[in-house]
C-alpha cells in the first residue's frame, strides 16, 4: 500500500516539473510567409542587356535638332518690287566697283546680305555666304550674291575692304543713312535700321520675296538649295 501511494506520488511530481518546464520555455516564432508556402513555378533567368557592337554611339535621349526651314510661308505670298534708285558703292583699292545698279532678275535667284563692317555676326558669315555661292552655282549660273553695306562711318568700311583676301570680300554696294536708307526700305516696308545681318531672296524676276533676319548658318544651305532648286 505504501509502495503505492509513492509511486503516485512520485509520478504526480514528475507532471508538475514537466509542466513548469514546458511554462518556462519561450514560444516558437511562427514561420514567416516566405518560409511557409513553396513556389511549385520554376525559376526564370535574369535577362541581361545586350552589349552594343564595337564601336556603335550611344542612342541619345535628347531630341534631335531639326534644320529651320529659311522663308517659311513667305514665298507664298506676293512678291514686292524693290527701289530702283542707285545706290552708292565701294570697293578696295585695285578691286573692281560692283555694276551700277543691282543685278536683280535675270532668270537668277539674287541673295542680297545687308551687313556692316563693325557688326562681328556680318564677318563671320561672309565666307558662308561666298561658299553657298559657289556650290548653288557648280553645274549652271542660277543664284546670285549681292552685299549691301549700312555702315555709318566710310573710313571703317574702306578700311575692312582694304584689309581682306582676294577671295574675300572686296566691293560692295552702299546705302547710306538718313533719307537715301529711309527711302529704300520704306519701298518694301522694312525697317530702314534692322537688326544686322539681314537678308533679302529675289526671285528670278526681280522681286523680293523672302525676308530673313539675323545670321544664317550652315544648315540653313537645304533650304536655299531647296529654293533655287525648285
Known sequence: MNTRRLSCTVLVLMTLSCEQKADKEPPSAPKARSQAVVSNAEPQPVSTPRPAPEGAKPASSEPKKQ???LCKGQLER?????????????????????????????GRWTWLNFWAAWCVPCREEIPRLKSWEQRLNADKPRFRLVFV?????????TQFLDKQPASGLRSTYWIKEGDERQDWFGVIEMDPDPELPAHILVDPKGMARCVINGAVEDSDFSSVQRIVGG
Open 67 to 69: 534644320d529651320r526651314e
Open 78 to 106: 506676293a512678291g514686292k518690287t524693290l527701289s530702283s534708285a542707285k545706290l552708292a558703292r565701294e570697293a578696295a583699292a585695285g578691286a573692281e566697283q560692283p555694276p551700277e545698279a543691282l543685278p536683280l532678275g535675270g
Open 149 to 157: 553695306s549700312l555702315d555709318d562711318d566710310a573710313r571703317q568700311l
